[in-house]
């Protein structure tokens, strides 16, 4: 394998998250600053952002709009970001805050905390229950923590989260 900065070398996707950890002072701003310097089409910056801290009313609302079976594991999280995205260009946007999140998610890794974002919740429930403008779309709800123990995870996700990751080697990606 080619080298990789250690930053990204050991991101990955965690469910099991500490549940008696907090955010320290100071990392909640960082890692929507690195989610603010992120490039964008035009420098349009067409990303909102939500933030709650574990059982605060921002986190519960974020919470109960996530699928049950994530719900079980992203309670856990210290922090809930919902990534959001607005103007009249919807697939440039949602690309733009992309970046952004993988900003965020590369910050945290900068503080040895883990990352896990789901795409997969009720994002009309969402906006409603976060009060959202009609023309913020909310995309993605990332997860943040720092890792807890596996073996405190049901069977099931036991199994996913300690299973070896993969990627499509280079040459299946490149395509010429
Ligand atoms: C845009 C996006 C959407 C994702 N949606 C979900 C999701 O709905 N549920 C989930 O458990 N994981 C979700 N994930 C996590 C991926 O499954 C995970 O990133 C992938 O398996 C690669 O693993 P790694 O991040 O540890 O390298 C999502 C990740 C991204 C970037």
Redesign the pocket.
């Known amino acids: 394998m080619a080298d990789l900065t250690p930053l990204l070398a050991f ?5 099991a998250f500490d549940p008696g950890n907090e955010l320290r002072p100071g990392e909640a701003a960082s890692l929507l600053e690195a989610a603010r310097w992120a490039p964008s089409a035009e420098n349009r910056q067409p990303w909102r952002f939500a933030l709650g801290h574990r059982d605060d009313d921002t986190w519960k609302r974020i919470l109960i709009n996530l ?1 049950g ?2 719900q079980s ?1 992203a309670r856990h999280a210290s922090a809930l970001v919902v990534g959001a995205h607005t103007g009249g260009d919807a697939e440039r946007a949602a690309y733009d805050l ?1 970046q952004a ?2 900003h965020l ?1 590369v910050q945290a890794t900068a503080l040895g905390l883990h ?7 009720d994002r009309a429930g969402l906006a409603t229950e976060l009060d959202l403008p009609g023309d913020v779309r909310p ?2 709800v990332a997860a943040v923590g720092r890792l807890g123990d596996p073996y405190a995870l049901p069977p099931d996700l036991l199994a996913r989260e300690t299973a070896l ?1 993969h ?1 499509h080697p280079l040459p299946f990606l490149l395509l010429r």
């Open positions: 991101r990955w996707s965690p469910r699928p079976g994530d594991w992309g999140m993988a998610t990352v896990r974002q789901v795409t997969r919740f995309l993605v990751r990627r």
